[in-house]
């Protein structure tokens, strides 16, 4: 997958995807429908997450059972999740009639680099917070 060039962001050239024997060009979302997809996204693939979350006292076959159950729901949610950002330009049933999951797992893929385009920003901040002293009070005597 090739990174997007700074005239692709700037442009908002479409995300181009190659699902089954076919080109597709999903129009990259504005602010406001990816902020709802990626609440869609949070709602749809939290159950998967919580499933990884291992108490102490879990039981294997617990841990065993949740995961067979995340990795049979992921392929199904990452689709759902793709047609969800792509809109009307993709059709389903042809995509997933001609389609393998490696390439579905390539347009999420593509996909959530243009709805996250923010992630270098958050490690850099985040990376500078740690870094940072903290914040020393002033002591003021009279």
């Not at 089954?20 to 602010?31: A, D, M, N, S």
């Not at 997933?96 to 999951?101: G, N, P, Y």
């Amino acid at each position: 997958m090739e990174k997007r060039s700074e005239s692709d962001i700037l442009s908002k050239a479409p995300v181009k995807l190659k699902l089954g024997e076919k080109e597709y060009k999903i129009p990259v979302l504005t602010i406001l429908p990816a902020r709802e997809w990626r609440l869609k996204l949070n709602a749809s693939l939290s159950a998967i997450v919580d499933s990884f979350k291992m108490v102490e006292t879990a039981e294997s076959s617990a841990v065993a059972s949740g995961l067979t159950a995340a990795l049979i729901q992921f392929p199904e949610k990452v689709a759902e999740l793709v047609f969800a950002y792509a809109g009307e330009t993709l059709k389903p049933e042809e995509i997933l009639a001609s389609a393998t999951e490696e390439q579905l797992a390539q347009a999420f893929s593509a996909i959530m680099q243009v709805a996250y385009p923010f992630l270098p920003q958050l490690s850099l901040v985040t990376n500078v917070m740690r870094a940072a002293p903290p914040p020393q009070l002033a002591k003021f005597t009279n």
